[in-house]
């Protein structure tokens, strides 16, 4: 759910790269448990954006 969330404020192409960059730093690991926090936390600026979404989850 938050995944849709997040495309409904920002677009699809930002959730996407968010559950992305997820599966990239937690592997196929990534479980429904994390992906809410993750887009809690997930900053507008970076949406869209493959670099800036990338560096978010890393340091997030």
């Known amino acids: 759910m938050a995944l849709v969330v997040l495309a409904e ?3 699809v192409e930002a959730a ?3 559950y992305l960059a997820l599966i990239q730093v937690k ?3 990534v479980t429904a448990e994390l ?4 887009a809690k936390e997930f900053p507008a600026e970076a949406a869209g954006k493959k670099r800036a979404t990338d560096e978010a989850v890393l340091t997030g």
């Open 9 to 11: 404020e920002h677009s």
């Open 16 to 18: 996407a790269l968010l």
């Open 27 to 29: 592997g196929m690991a």
């Open 35 to 38: 992906i809410p926090g993750a």
